[in-house]
């Protein structure tokens, strides 16, 4: 899923899933137009993340 889906999906914003990434919490490969793409495990991961945040 792109960005915005996992944003949506996961209760936080694009830009904490790039700190998330920048900081080595989640991964996203990258589609060959450079887009980000995530997988499912990943949700789980920034989840978490955003409760232990809040």
Request: overall charge neutral; cysteine-free.
């Amino acid at each position: 899923m792109l960005i915005g889906e996992f944003a949506d999906r996961s209760g936080t914003s694009a830009r904490m899933l790039r700190y998330y990434e920048q900081q080595g919490l989640v991964r996203a490969r990258r589609s060959a137009n450079g887009y980000r793409v995530y997988d499912e495990g990943e949700l789980e991961i920034a989840d978490a993340k955003t409760k232990e945040y809040m």
